[in-house]
């Protein structure tokens, strides 16, 4: 049977996930580059969802790199099943934490300018928005994968 | 052929809609009650999107309320895949308007209190509990309506 391209296994998800890794792991070097980022629960939010997809982005990159480069990993449903629930776990996650961290950016630069020397709000909309490309990819990942599974009973 | 609870034209999707139409409604109001909303970024998206969602509720539990009470629709694959594209980018749609201006409204809280008087926090936190509320609905909906479709092929 043909693999739908995108999906578990194939050099496609392999392109998807090394992108996530670095998306999601920018993202939180950019948040973490502020040492006061903790105070505020919204930042602490989406640094620990950054660090929730970057070890699901390597567990996927390293069973991409040995399924594409050594043996083929079979496609079973069951298998599938599991990364559409992660990718849409992940990727609700990751919307919901760019969404509150670029909100509170703003609300920090209309209420408190000062807060936002050194460049901290930038550094603050840089990761939000990595953020975002991490849901955008996530959902792509969740598509390939949903018609993949759904052609695996056609 | 036996329709799938929740779908397209069923009593419980009549209940889904009539449900989503309250939160998004009750949502609106909560935010408007508040005359300077306006001047934040993120509750104004959020009002503009409980303002679709309305919409979009309301021409969904006319069309049920048709199908339940009068005469079954047809559930054309067509017809179903555009209820859930719509469900599932409304559903994007809320859940980024509720946690943005939960965010907002944290960081509101945190830094400027005196600006929270009169229970203004508080109508805000009520309208993005409910948008979150409305996003729950929305995916029921859509996996609801994901499933009737996988259904139609089998």
């Given at each position: 049977m043909e693999r739908v391209p995108g999906?578990?296994?194939?050099s496609v998800s392999f392109a998807l996930r090394i992108f996530q890794l670095g998306f999601s792991s920018t993202s939180l070097i950019s948040m973490c580059?502020?040492?006061?980022?903790?105070?505020v629960t919204t930042f602490c939010y989406l640094a620990v969802v950054m660090a929730y997809v970057i070890l699901w982005s390597i567990l996927h990159t390293l069973a991409d790199t040995y399924s594409v480069l050594l043996k083929q990993l079979p496609q079973k449903p069951r298998v599938l099943s599991i990364v559409l629930a992660g990718d849409v776990v992940l990727s609700f996650l990751s919307l919901s934490g760019a969404c509150g961290a670029a909100s509170a950016t703003e609300m920090l630069l209309s209420?408190?300018?000062?807060?936002?020397?050194?460049k901290r709000c930038i550094k603050y909309q840089v990761s939000a928005l990595l953020a975002f490309l991490c849901w955008a990819l996530f959902l792509d990942s969740a598509i390939f994968n949903l018609w993949s599974l759904y052609s695996l009973f056609h």
């Open positions: 999906s578990f296994g194939t580059l502020d040492y006061d980022f903790n105070e209420i408190d300018e000062p807060m936002c020397g050194d």
